[in-house]
């Protein structure tokens, strides 16, 4: 997917981040799941630099399985999943290839709540 045509998703965090000015943010985009951090337009260095935002796609199809690693604190440890690293403090980054999103545990936390009232199962593919 062209990273000019993110900016037209319909990107969305979890509820418990909506008070924060910084989260996880997810969109639907077909085949991908689509994750940023919303950090990255909020630095003015980056404010001009939309199509230049850093994203992970994540095959919709393994959404679900990527979901329970993150809420069962689990690495991937495959080429579609991101690798996920959880530091000492409680921050996370995910990375991909050379794209990495580092996630303050606040920001982790609000998207694990998310996940666990079931925010994100709208991005789970119905059964064939």
Same mark, same amino acid.
């Given at each position: ?34 994750? *940023?951090?919303?950090? %990255? !337009?909020?630095?003015?260095? #980056?404010?001009?630099? &939309?199509? @230049?935002?850093?994203?992970?796609? =994540?095959?919709?199809? *393994?959404?679900?399985? %990527? !979901?329970?690693?993150?809420? #069962?604190?689990?690495? &991937?440890? @495959?080429?579609?999943?991101?690798? =996920? ?44």
């Amino acid at each position: 997917m062209e990273l000019s045509a993110t900016t037209h998703l319909n990107w969305f965090k979890a509820t418990s981040s909506s008070s924060s000015s910084s989260c996880v943010e997810v969109a639907d985009a077909g085949r991908v799941v689509l994750v *940023r951090d919303s950090k %990255f !337009l909020r630095d003015p260095h #980056n404010q001009d630099r &939309a199509t @230049d935002q850093p994203t992970i796609g =994540i095959p919709a199809s *393994r959404w679900r399985e %990527f !979901l329970n690693l993150v809420v #069962n604190r689990h690495d &991937a440890g @495959d080429a579609e999943l991101p690798a =996920i690293e959880y530091q000492s403090d409680g921050g996370v980054s995910i990375r991909r290839a050379e794209v990495t999103l580092t996630y303050t545990p606040a920001e982790w936390h609000a998207f694990c709540d998310g996940i666990q009232k079931g925010e994100f199962d709208r991005l789970v593919p119905a059964a064939a």
